[in-house]
């Protein structure tokens, strides 16, 4: 059965196409795609005994989204998320792609487990899981991992998220065999040495508050040496969830000189900033912390300049009683699947900061490239993963309404503008809001 999408928005960074367009589905892959007319309906039912038609209206058609930083717990933490829950999860954010880090217990560091969660993720049928490899053994940051045999199973990259391998000469030979195998390393940047017990920002707040800060020169010092361990090896390198001033200051320089390094910044880095934290409510606490409003300008401007590629979530679910623990004993970690696409409208594409076609690239094209996958493209013969969107749309985050079994965020009963109406993946739909008129 064929599929046509009418009169949508269509926006496609590939082609940097924005206009109205009629889109014909069929096996998966895009068919047609032609200018809307009011001809078009009438050819295609000429053409096709059996055809779906949906009126796209007033919606924008926006190429899969891609979140190349999610944790879905599977294997070991299934009490926070399951792999079934994340993809529901992922589907009702408009994310036809995720990336899900290593840090499951136990750590994806071997084929068997990549094979496991790639097979489960298979068995859903929607969203699109990869798994990443972990850099070490355990995550110990001992002993590197086999990585050609990660690769050969499947991993789009290697990471040691949630902690850094903190051993340079380990992480020069890591990086010179990702180079070898074509392999991005993911980097989640923190000096563990300087965190000495942190759970926010150092600052004012965290003075306030009397609550251990973690300082900007903790992400940044790792982030300056993994920029030089990137350009002496050739490596590709991604910095994931950057929060600081310095770190658009790096990236910055670093693309300058050539190396190949991109970044990216989550929803609450660029929402957020150390004022608004409520020390009662854990929250708002994650890792890295949101940091002052002039880090957070930094991570806009670098948003808006092409210094930082994407935007990502680091969805991090965790139970609504280890929050409840207080902010010096939770775990860090907020959910951002769900949340994601109205936040990035609101706070980016709203006040100008970014155009639509920005928001395109950065939260599909860019990803798609950094992990070498021809997604992120509705271009004929292209698969046929899209997001329909509707910027029309104002109402008040609900965490209620959440497929993911995490609620912990921090957005709840906060206003927005933008929510996805429906999610196709492979000519599919996997999501599509209840009662929407399509």
Do not use: W
Request: aromatic share 8%; charged share 25%; hydrophobic share 35%.
């Amino acid at each position: 059965m064929a599929i046509l999408l009418m009169n949508g928005r269509l926006i496609n960074p590939a082609d940097q196409l924005d206009g109205l367009f009629d889109i014909l589905i069929e096996d998966g892959i895009v068919k047609e795609r032609l200018p809307h007319t009011d001809e078009v309906l009438s050819l295609m039912e000429k053409k096709y005994d059996s055809l779906r038609t949906y009126d796209l209206t007033g919606r924008i058609i926006f190429p899969g989204f891609i979140d190349l930083h999610v944790h879905f717990r599977d294997p070991g933490q299934t009490e926070k998320e399951t792999i079934e829950t994340g993809i529901k999860a992922a589907a009702h954010g408009g994310f036809t792609t995720v990336l899900t880090m290593p840090n499951t217990s136990p750590v994806c560091d071997n084929p068997s487990i990549v094979e496991y969660v790639h097979k489960k993720a298979r068995n859903c049928h929607s969203t699109e899981v990869l798994q990443i490899g972990s850099i070490t053994k355990g995550m110990e940051g001992k002993e590197l991992n086999d990585i050609a045999a990660l690769k050969e199973a499947g991993v789009p990259a290697i990471s040691e998220d949630g902690k850094s391998v903190m051993n340079s000469a380990l992480a020069r030979r890591a990086f010179k065999i990702a180079k070898e195998n074509d392999l991005p390393v993911f980097s989640h940047c923190e000096d563990i040495d300087l965190v000495e017990g942190g759970v926010m920002n150092q600052g004012k707040m965290s003075l306030k508050y009397d609550l251990p800060g973690i300082s900007n020169s903790v992400e940044n010092i790792i982030i300056a040496r993994n920029i030089f361990l990137a350009e002496e090896t050739g490596a590709t390198l991604h910095l994931c969830h950057n929060s600081t001033k310095e770190s658009y200051l790096c990236v910055k320089l670093a693309k300058e000189h050539g190396i190949h390094v991109t970044g990216e910044v989550t929803p609450h880095h660029f929402v957020l900033c150390e004022d608004e934290i409520d020390p009662n409510n854990a929250n708002y606490k994650m890792n890295p912390p949101v940091r002052t409003a002039e880090d957070r300008e930094y991570l806009i401007r670098g948003l808006k300049e092409n210094v930082f590629d994407v935007i990502a979530t680091d969805h991090a679910p965790h139970t609504a009683s280890e929050k409840a623990r207080g902010f010096k004993s939770a775990p860090f970690g907020i959910v951002g699947l769900e949340t994601a696409a109205a936040l990035t409208y609101t706070y980016l594409v709203k006040p100008g900061h970014l155009s639509l076609m920005q928001m395109a690239e950065k939260m599909s094209y860019n990803p798609a490239r950094i992990i070498k996958k021809d997604y992120g493209d509705i271009s004929v013969g292209k698969k046929a993963d899209l997001t329909i969107f509707d910027a029309t749309k104002k109402y008040k985050i609900d965490s209620n309404e959440f497929y993911s079994k995490g609620h912990n965020e921090p957005f709840d009963g906060r206003e927005v503008y933008g929510k996805v109406v429906a999610t196709i993946k492979d000519g599919d739909f996997v999501f599509k809001v209840e009662g929407e008129k399509l």
